[in-house]
């Protein structure tokens, strides 16, 4: 075997992205162009030949699923049905091990955060190697065995020739652990509703670039969208709001606790949001008899925003929040429930914070901990508790132009102003309560920004100028790409006040699933990166490089994405 480095930056400059084999010519160049970029790499001058003659053995049972999912995505993408032994055996020409310790992993990386699933960080880590003969692939645990089989995906899909034809694999050793243990995509399913069998497609898409957290947006002004016994209401009137002709429904208990079941099989944990006390049109529409605590009369004007907030006096009301928590708690196994809390305009800050101090014990008394935006700092949170630090600009508040020209009166721009100058001692406030930041910044991973550099398909032009916040600036995606979660915000010691990562894609401008894709990707694969990979060891120039061969895995998932013209898309 030949070490070539365990940066990225030297990788780069040695060519390891697109390595030439020394097999025969027919071959051609061999792509290890994997995303995240894994912890440690060596790279050897033969090949794998991976054919339908290859089969997977296991070593324990509790791998079989992943061994049937590794076969399924290979059937998917050759259209071959690889053998797997009935009983555990070394024999394979890809082996899946369980192993007490992976040789070389030891405190290779530190791991910060907070776990989704209050398990061990170090789970995740895995080894892959592919040697001539045989690819063999150790962890201590199927989870581990799961994110190892990522990259097994990655590399069949980027090297794969014409279908029925044999896929070449790079020999290489990879040692590989996550630099965060909580990496996330908050998805917004208020504004726009997506089927369970759509938001399995993007399950899916997360566990290919070894993300571990769906955060799903269940409730907003436009819709509620999960089954509550006890408020029949909600779904009945809630889930059917005006919404601009963008599809409706709700989840019934069952179905989410189907996605729930289908995540964990692939080792990420759903976190479900309830946003309140904000965000409540679709609450009040469903249950008049719900007291508002803001009296304001304003035209916001804002896509996705309404004045209104549950208020915390009001017995009925906190009955309802109770209530709502514990049949929420009950749906999932994870670890958390996330409590909104963002954007109260006009809610006097007392009110607000008796009302999370409030629906923050009901989570606790479920047996959960508590994620919040980052407004929620300003009550009596604590260890333990997370808040999610969205409210982040490289500059002046985030609004393309000022706010006349962005279509916002006087009074709407006071209200915003103080929401924001009021979020400039959030993060400090937070810390100072031992709570943990789940870093969210609006700047780098709020995917509905525009796309502003043109696409390579004059055909995207449409979508590209009509989907994303025109109150946000255009970006690149290089300009998304480049960003430390380590060290953005000074305030933030990521071994010490960083929960892990996450983005999030809110859907005022998105009315299909297929816009949806086209919003995700290319940037989802990016944020992926900072929260698994050592942000030090990378860099735009070669991270294009590696992204250039991953339309071969949407493309096989049916997935639609943007063509920035930054990339050498192959």
């Known amino acids: 075997m030949k070490k070539i480095t365990s940066t990225f930056a030297c990788l780069c400059a040695c060519g390891w992205f697109t390595f030439l084999s020394c097999s025969p010519p027919e071959v051609g160049e061999r792509s290890v162009n994997l995303i995240p970029a894994p912890t440690s790499v060596k790279t050897g001058e033969q090949v794998f030949t991976l054919n339908q003659k290859s089969d997977i053995s296991y070593s324990d049972p509790s791998l079989?699923?992943?061994?049937?999912?590794?076969?399924?995505?290979?059937?998917?993408?050759?259209?071959?049905?690889?053998?797997?032994?009935?009983?555990?055996?070394?024999?394979?020409?890809?082996?899946?091990?369980?192993?007490?310790?992976?040789?070389?992993?030891?405190?290779?990386?530190?791991?910060?955060?907070?776990?989704?699933?209050?398990?061990?960080?170090?789970?995740?880590?895995?080894?892959?190697?592919?040697?001539?003969?045989?690819?063999?692939?150790?962890?201590?645990?199927?989870?581990?065995?799961?994110?190892?089989?990522?990259?097994?995906?990655q590399l069949a899909a980027g090297n794969r020739s014409a279908k029925g034809e044999p896929i070449y694999l790079p020999v290489l050793e990879v040692k590989d652990s996550p630099r965060f243990a909580w990496r996330g995509l908050s998805l917004d399913v208020s504004r726009c509703f997506f089927t369970p069998e759509e938001v399995k497609q993007v399950i899916d898409m997360l566990a290919l670039y070894k993300m571990n957290v769906l955060h799903i947006h269940l409730t907003d002004n436009q819709g509620w969208r999960i089954e509550i016994n006890k408020y029949p209401k909600l779904t009945e009137i809630g889930s059917q709001m005006p919404n601009e002709g963008k599809p409706a429904g709700y989840y019934t208990q069952q179905q989410f606790k189907e996605l729930v079941q289908y995540a964990a099989g692939r080792f990420i944990t759903i976190v479900p949001e309830i946003d309140i006390p904000g965000h409540a049109a679709?609450?009040?529409?469903?249950?008049?008899?719900?007291?508002?605590?803001?009296?304001?009369?304003?035209?916001?004007?804002?896509s996705g925003q309404a004045l209104g907030a549950l208020d915390a006096d009001d017995p009925y009301t906190m009955q309802l929040v109770k209530d709502v928590i514990t049949e929420v708690a009950a749906l999932t196994p994870g670890s958390y429930i996330h409590i909104g809390g963002d954007e109260t305009l006009g809610l006097s800050e007392d009110k607000f914070i008796r009302f999370v101090n409030q629906t923050r014990q009901f989570v606790l008394d479920n047996g959960k901990k508590m994620v919040g935006w980052q407004e929620v700092c300003r009550a009596d949170i604590t260890a333990g508790d997370l808040f999610q630090h969205w409210i982040y600009f490289k500059g002046n508040m985030e609004i393309a132009g000022d706010g006349e020209s962005a279509g916002l009166s006087p009074e709407v721009m006071k209200l915003l102003m103080e929401m924001f100058s009021k979020a400039a001692e959030d993060v400090e406030s937070g810390i100072s309560r031992k709570a943990r930041a789940i870093v969210s910044p609006s700047t780098y991973v709020y995917l509905d920004h525009r796309y502003l550099e043109p696409s390579t398909d004059p055909a995207q032009a449409d979508e590209q100028e009509r989907l994303g916040m025109p109150a946000y600036p255009k970006q690149t995606i290089e300009q998304m790409y480049d960003w430390n979660p380590s060290t953005f915000n000074p305030l933030l010691d990521p071994s010490q006040n960083i929960g892990g990562i996450e983005a999030a894609i809110w859907c005022e401008t998105i009315s299909s699933f297929r816009e949806l894709q086209f919003m995700l990707m290319p940037r989802l694969a990016g944020v992926a990166e900072k929260g698994w990979s050592k942000v030090e060891d990378t860099s735009w120039e070669e991270y294009r490089t590696r992204l250039s061969s991953h339309p071969l895995l949407w493309e096989t998932a049916h997935w639609n994405y943007f063509k920035s013209s930054l990339v050498d898309w192959k």
């Open 64 to 153: 079989k699923e992943v061994a049937e999912d590794l076969a399924a995505y290979i059937r998917d993408l050759t259209g071959w049905t690889l053998s797997i032994p009935s009983s555990p055996s070394g024999r394979g020409k890809i082996h899946l091990e369980l192993t007490p310790e992976i040789s070389g992993l030891k405190d290779l990386l530190a791991i910060w955060g907070a776990s989704p699933k209050d398990g061990n960080p170090a789970d995740e880590q895995y080894s892959l190697s592919i040697q001539k003969k045989q690819i063999r692939l150790q962890a201590t645990t199927p989870e581990g065995i799961y994110r190892g089989t990522t990259s097994l995906k």
């Open 282 to 302: 679709a609450l009040f529409a469903s249950y008049p008899g719900l007291k508002d605590a803001v009296q304001l009369n304003v035209d916001l004007n804002l």
